[in-house]
Structure formats: structure tokens, C-alpha cells
């Protein structure tokens, strides 16, 4: 029996998450699946991967060359991908969609037609946009995973970006049973859903032996500097505890676009000595910050689930987060962190005290139960089977 | 004294913000020479003591400009051109997109050459070598957070702030932010926004049984907006009826996903920028002006609202406080505070008609006494006369 194939649509390959990546594909390709990865050309950093990677034309270039590619994507479409490409046409005509729009796509999506397929999944929400006919044109199954931002979000910037999508027959992954419902909510049948939370290599992010204690206590939050990760609500509730004395360090890991008013934040609120923003680190860089904080704080306005609340958690970090989506389904309140209300400053600053002040006894009972929680629910080994299963 | 002296206003590009541009009328309609160096986003009709040296945003004007001017420069000036060069040169800013940018101002020499926003000070630093006088605006971001963003820009603040001849600050406490980088107090002069009075006559409110909430202002995360909506929030669930309206916050993702989170679809309305005819009506037709800002100078919005008889609520950002007192001219509550805005919001719809008109005719008076246009061209007039004569200009 040949191999199933599974071609996966990335906007390009990853870079920081690279080596979670490889153990996925890996634990696919040990499972007996051929891997291959399919991704835009101008967003790409390395190739440096377990699986055959194909990358897109590159449409955004000078008008010379860009009539040199559409020609060239134009003659596979007419010789090489004939019966694929003449399929799409005319499923997107059905659809009722364009001419213009059925030949951009038809070009766009060359690169897609080019493979035999056993499942083409989309690694996000919108890259399934615009492609709703690929999978059934080359006569593959498809499969849409939603990460939290393209679907929380992305319906909110391009309206009703998902209609088509959602009629057609694909089988979705997502992250927490909170977006389980929300797709439910837009009509997607329940059985095509199916809920595979991130995972953690828990032999990396082992345990460390940290208590809390009266002394300096040491906070930390991997987010990228986004206002969905609530970083000011969370940099206001750390200025309510400073002006109550509590001596603490606040450490930030990650980079993005909200710098400079996270900063003005910490500088108006009077924090900026005990707030630190670490920028982008490595894996192993995180790994050692996560070793020397006690609690990890993950405020978000909006989270899918959140992988580093997992590796925090792995660890055996006291996590507090936010009621955000799927964060509620990550930590369990009062059994393996706390869930603290969004948008409530106060309410946080309280939940941190709170923490700050638990006995030794039911420090220890949250840790523990905390870590084998992580090691039952969210291991690799679990995912990848669950990966199996969903193909299958 | 006033025919002789020329006066550029540098903001980068033609027409500036609305505020740099009533100043810029309000100096011409004194019969002063104005100078305008820039890309030209959009043509502008000035009156005569107005000149435009602008250029379009191509590659084919900009050539023609810097040709232009290059050859104008050799041909008659070509010792201040070799000096300029060399200057340029050894700030590595001798591109030819900054040659098209300086030649012109070198030509036409002004003699008070002020520049609209702190970050361009170190690149227009040269004119001093020419007798210009360099005079800089302490406005909003540029002095109030980039700085403690960006270590190299406050480090390049402290190098050139105590060379700048004249400061104009837009507040009290924007000047007292500028000296933390080297800004000399003795050489700020704080200079209000002003308005021109007439142009906010009295348009006839619009009744409504909700309360009418609004702000005016570009989607930045400095303005606070979030604030407001927390504050929205706590209004719906206390079942006050209201209604608030963002001009200028369209398509602003952050909003707009608050606004479904926190359920606020019926009560908030987001829309696009409007021109100053469409604000004046809007903020008639409003019951308060909310400014929920983090960060401001003063808000030209504010003095908007004033002028228009519609009552304030502002943040104590910045300086605002040099401008709302709370409950005598309006309503000023703590930065980053949303039950503090819900609270004083409760408090105005409490208020009883006689109480609004008494703070509005307040905040109208503050206005006519602090923030006309003729308060702001004099008091920037002065400013200039006064550089030029403690260098024994003539």
C-alpha cells in the first residue's frame, strides 16, 4: 500500500517554533505518511526541513518578470496540471466567483495543483481563502486548522471571509473547545471538528524546584507585543501591587509592534525599574527564564490556547491567566492555576497576591497536580496520535 | 522690521496638520513672509506673503527640484553651496534626496527656520551655520514617549537641545518633559494653540433622550480609546442609556474587537475622519466630548469642544489641566482609570441644565482668554522677534 500524502499550506516556513515543527512532521512521517510543505516563496527563512518543501511564485515583483511568471504559471496550468486546473475553474465558477477572480486564482494557486494528495491542510484559517476548491480540484480531502487570531479576529478586519469556506465539506482542526463552538455557531457540523491542543516536549521544559517565598517574587510572560496579549492591563496590575509594596521583576519575552506604548506604559506607570523586555529570545534562552520565575502571567484580551502557558505549566510555574477564549480550557481554575477575568486590572493584582500568599502544603499540591496535568493531556506523543487519527 | 524677516515652518510636507496650518495663516494674515519647504501632498492655495516651496513625491520632481536649485546655488551662491556640502558630507547626509531637500532652504534663507517636530532637529541642525535662527516645537509623542522608547533619540536630544535657539512648547508640561533632555528652560516659551473664534458659532443642538458621547481623534493606542470602551462597558451593565461615537477610529481592529467582546455593537459607532465642518456639527450634536488619551499636549480637539459650547471630560494627561479645570470649566478624571470615566460620566448626566451652561460658558471664556488665534500668532511673533533681537538682528 503507497504512502498517504499530506500536503501542508504554511504562509512560510517556521522559523522560531522550528524544532516543535520537525517533531511533527516526524512523528507523521513515522506513522507512515509523506509529508510536504507548501509555502508563499517571499516569506521564506530556511528549507531546513524533514519534508519536501514547495514554494510559490512570487508574484510581487517588476512588471517584466511578473509577465515572465504568469506566462510560465499560465502553460502549466494548459499542460502539466490540465485536468486539475480545468476542475478548479469550474468549481469556482459554481461558486459563483469571477472571471477575473477565477483566473487570479487559477495562477495563485498553481503551486497547489502541481501534487497528488491524499489531504491538503491549511495551517491557518485564511490560507484557505480564496483556495476553498483546491483540495476537491486535485481530489484530496481538506482540512482547515484554526489557530485563534484567523478566527477571533480576521472575520472582524475582512467581513464574512469565511462564508464559503463553511459550506464546504472540511474537516477542522482547532485548538480549544471554545473555538469548537464558535464554529459550531457559524454552521460547521460538529463532527468535522476536532480539538487537538498545542503540545509541549515535556522532557525539555522539565520541572525546577522553585517555591514562592516573601522574597523578591519574579514574573514572566512570553508574548509578542501585541494588544491581544493584554500586556498594559497586565503592566497596570503590577503598578496597583507596586504602590502596596510588593517588591517584584516582571520579565517580558518577545518583540512585535506595541513596544513603545508597552514602555510608556511602565514609564507613566512608575514600574520601568521593574519591568524587563527581553526582546526574542532562543528556546533554551526561554527555558532558563522560565527556570527563574515563580509565576507566569498570560492576561490576554484574546488567545486561541497559548503554547508557552503549557510550557510554563510543564515547568511547574504557578500561571495565572486571563478568562480569554481557549486560555480557561488551558489552566484549570484553582486545580492548576488561576483564571482571572479580562480587561480587569484590579482583579489580577488581587489573583497575584493571592498566589504570593499560599501556604507551602497547597503551593506543592498545585505544582503537582499542575505538571502531571501537562505530562497526561498535552504531551507530544499524544498530539502526534491525535494527528494520526484525524488523517486517518 | 516685519517686511524683512522670513520665517519657515517645516513640518515635511504640505499642507501639515491642521494646527501648524492655522498657525501658518495666522502669521501670513500678519504680513510676514512665510516659507514652506516640503513634499507636496495636496495643493494648497495661500495667500500672497505665503511660499510654497514644495516638491511632488517623484522621482522625476524631485530631480527637477534638486537640478533647480543646485544650479541656482552654484551660480550664485556657490561658497555657502560648497559649505552646505561639506556640512552635509560630514553628517552623512549628503544623499541627493537630502541635498533636494536643503538646497532650497539654503537659496531662500530664512531667517527663523522652525521646525514642527522634535525627531527632524539633528538633520536641520546646519541652518545655524548660515545665520538662521533654529527655533523647535515641543509637541505630543515626539517629547512625550519616543524618547523613553528610543535611548539613540533621547541621546541625540541631548546633543541638540541646548544648540536650539528658541523652544515653543504647546504646554507647561511638555516644556517641563524637554528639559529632562537638555532643553534649556530659559529658552522655552510656551505658546497655546489658538482658534479662531468665529468659525465655532452657535449651530443648535440637537436633542436626544440618550446621552451622546464622543471622541475625535486618529486610531493611536495614545488616545486611549480602550479606556473608554472599558468605561462603556461599566455604563451598560449600571442600564444608563448612551450612545458613543469615535470619529476617526474606522477599520481600527482593536476596537472594533472590543466593541463584540464586550458587547457594545448597539450602543458604539466607529467612523472615519471627518472635515472640520462635520466635527463642529458632530460635537453640537453631542452631549460631552470624551478624551480618554494617555498621552496628549493639549488637544486641539478640546479647545474645539470649548469653542462650541459642548462639554469636555478629559484625562489629566499631558497638559491638559493647563486647560479643563475639573468642574469649573469641565471634567477632568486620572489617565488610564476606566470606572473613574463611567463615575464622572454617572456625575454630568446628573448634572441639571443650569450647571452645563454654567461650565460651558466657563470653558468658552477660558478659550477667549487663552487659546484665541491672535493669542497664538502673537505670542509665536514674539517668539521669533525676541531671537532675533537678542542677535542683534535688525
Given at each position: 500500500m503507497s504512502k498517504k500524502r499530506i500536503g501542508i499550506v504554511l504562509?512560510?516556513?517556521?522559523?522560531?517554533s522550528e524544532t516543535f515543527f520537525k517533531n511533527k512532521i516526524k512523528g507523521l512521517q513515522d506513522n507512515g505518511f509523506e509529508v510536504l510543505l507548501f509555502v508563499d516563496q517571499?516569506?521564506?527563512?530556511?528549507?531546513?526541513?524533514p519534508c519536501e518543501v514547495i514554494i510559490a511564485p512570487d508574484f510581487n515583483v517588476n512588471l517584466i518578470l511578473k509577465i515572465i511568471i504568469i506566462f510560465k504559471t499560465f502553460l502549466k496550468a494548459i499542460f502539466i496540471s490540465t485536468k486539475q486546473s480545468c476542475l478548479l475553474y469550474k468549481l469556482d465558477k459554481e461558486d459563483g466567483i469571477s472571471l477575473k477572480q477565477r483566473i487570479k486564482q487559477l495562477l495563485l494557486n498553481q503551486f497547489l495543483l502541481s501534487k497528488k494528495l491524499d489531504w491538503l491542510h491549511?495551517?491557518?484559517?485564511?490560507?484557505a481563502v480564496n483556495r476553498e476548491n483546491v483540495a476537491q480540484a486535485i481530489g484530496a480531502k481538506m482540512a482547515v486548522s484554526f489557530r485563534g487570531f484567523d478566527l477571533y479576529l480576521s472575520p472582524l478586519k475582512h467581513?464574512?471571509?469565511?462564508n464559503l469556506l463553511f459550506i464546504k465539506k472540511v474537516y477542522y482542526h482547532v485548538l480549544s473547545n471554545q473555538m469548537k463552538k464558535i464554529l459550531i455557531e457559524r454552521g460547521?457540523?460538529?463532527?468535522m471538528i476536532i480539538v487537538i491542543p498545542p503540545a509541549v516536549d515535556v522532557t525539555y521544559f522539565q520541572p525546577n524546584k522553585l517555591q514562592l517565598s516573601n522574597q523578591q517574587v519574579e514574573m514572566v510572560t512570553i508574548a509578542r507585543?501585541?494588544?491581544?496579549?493584554g500586556l498594559e492591563y497586565t503592566l497596570e496590575s503590577l503598578a496597583l501591587l507596586k504602590k502596596e509594596g510588593l517588591d517584584f521583576k516582571y520579565t517580558i519575552i518577545g518583540d512585535g509592534e506595541e513596544f513603545e506604548r508597552l514602555i510608556f506604559a511602565t514609564h507613566q506607570l512608575d514600574i520601568k525599574e521593574q519591568?524587563?523586555?527581553?526582546g526574542r529570545i532562543t528556546q533554551a534562552e526561554v527555558r532558563k527564564e522560565l527556570q527563574k520565575a515563580n509565576i507566569y502571567i498570560?492576561?490576554?484580551?484574546?488567545?486561541?490556547?497559548?503554547?508557552a502557558t503549557i510550557e510554563a505549566q510543564a515547568m511547574g510555574l504557578f500561571c495565572i491567566v486571563s478568562d480569554a477564549d481557549g486560555l480557561s480550557e488551558n489552566v484549570i481554575d484553582a486545580k492548576t492555576g488561576w483564571v482571572v477575568p479580562k480587561r480587569k486590572p484590579k482583579l489580577l493584582a488581587e489573583k497575584i497576591k493571592e498566589v504570593i500568599n499560599l501556604s507551602e502544603e497547597k503551593q506543592q499540591e498545585m505544582r503537582i497536580a499542575t505538571i502531571n496535568r501537562i505530562k497526561k493531556n498535552f504531551h507530544i506523543i499524544q498530539q502526534q496520535e491525535d494527528f494520526v487519527k484525524f488523517y486517518l | 522690521m516685519k517686511n524683512k524677516i522670513k520665517i519657515a515652518v517645516y513640518?515635511?510636507?504640505?499642507?501639515?496638520?491642521t494646527f501648524i496650518e492655522r498657525l501658518i495663516l495666522g502669521l501670513s494674515n500678519k504680513g510676514y513672509q512665510i516659507y514652506l519647504f516640503g513634499y507636496c501632498k495636496k495643493k494648497v492655495k495661500y495667500n500672497g506673503s505665503v511660499k510654497s516651496i514644495a516638491y511632488r513625491n517623484t522621482k522625476f520632481y524631485k530631480s527637477l527640484h534638486l537640478l533647480k536649485y543646485n544650479l541656482l546655488l552654484l551660480l550664485f551662491k556657490y561658497k555657502a553651496k560648497q559649505k552646505l556640502d561639506r556640512i552635509l558630507k560630514s553628517k552623512s547626509q549628503n544623499a541627493l534626496i537630502d541635498k533636494m531637500k536643503c538646497y532650497p532652504v539654503l537659496w531662500h534663507k530664512p531667517n527663523i527656520f522652525h521646525?514642527?517636530?522634535?525627531?527632524n532637529i539633528e538633520y536641520w541642525s546646519w541652518v545655524q551655520e548660515f545665520d538662521m535662527k533654529l527655533v523647535l516645537s515641543l509637541r505630543?509623542?515626539?517629547?512625550?514617549?519616543s524618547p523613553i522608547a528610543d535611548p539613540i533619540l533621547a541621546k541625540m536630544y541631548h546633543k541638540c537641545f541646548p544648540n536650539v535657539d528658541r523652544f515653543h512648547a504647546v504646554s507647561k508640561a511638555i516644556a517641563k518633559e524637554a528639559t529632562k533632555y537638555g532643553?534649556?528652560?530659559?529658552k522655552i516659551e510656551i505658546v497655546y494653540s489658538g482658534l479662531n473664534?468665529?468659525?465655532f458659532k452657535r449651530i443648535p443642538e440637537v436633542k436626544d433622550l440618550k446621552f451622546n458621547i464622543v471622541s475625535i481623534g486618529?486610531?493611536?493606542?495614545?488616545?486611549g480609546y480602550n479606556y473608554a470602551l472599558d468605561a462603556c462597558s461599566i455604563l451598560k451593565k449600571r442600564n444608563i442609556p448612551f450612545s458613543y461615537t469615535i470619529v476617526g477610529?474606522?477599520?481600527y481592529l482593536e476596537l472594533i474587537y472590543q466593541i463584540q467582546d464586550l458587547g457594545l455593537q448597539e450602543d458604539v459607532v466607529l467612523l472615519g475622519s471627518l472635515p472640520l465642518d462635520a466635527i463642529k456639527k458632530t460635537l453640537k450634536s453631542s452631549s460631552i466630548l470624551l478624551l480618554?488619551?494617555?498621552?496628549?499636549?493639549?488637544?486641539n480637539v478640546v479647545l474645539e469642544a470649548m469653542a462650541s459650547e459642548t462639554l469636555v471630560l478629559t484625562t489629566n494627561?499631558?497638559?491638559?489641566e493647563e486647560v479643563v479645570q475639573h468642574e469649573v470649566n469641565g471634567f477632568v478624571c486620572p489617565i488610564r482609570d476606566s470606572n473613574a470615566i463611567a463615575e464622572q460620566i454617572i456625575k454630568i448626566i446628573g448634572l441639571n441644565d443650569e450647571n452645563k451652561q454654567q461650565i460651558v460658558n466657563q470653558a468658552k471664556k477660558t478659550i477667549e482668554n487663552q487659546h484665541t488665534e491672535s493669542q497664538m500668532v502673537s505670542g509665536m511673533l514674539d517668539l521669533y522677534i525676541n531671537v532675533l533681537k537678542e542677535n542683534n538682528y535688525e
Open positions: 504562509s512560510a516556513v517556521p522559523g522560531y517571499n516569506q521564506t527563512k530556511s528549507t531546513n526541513l491549511f495551517g491557518f484559517g485564511m490560507l467581513k464574512e471571509c469565511y460547521v457540523s460538529e463532527p507585543l501585541h494588544w491581544i496579549k519591568v524587563i523586555f527581553k498570560q492576561y490576554s484580551i484574546q488567545e486561541g490556547f497559548c503554547n | 513640518s515635511g510636507s504640505i499642507p501639515s496638520t521646525v514642527q517636530w522634535a525627531k505630543g509623542a515626539h517629547i512625550n514617549y532643553a534649556p528652560p530659559e473664534l468665529k468659525s486618529r486610531s493611536h493606542w495614545k488616545k477610529a474606522e477599520g480618554p488619551s494617555v498621552e496628549e499636549g493639549v488637544a494627561c499631558g497638559g491638559m
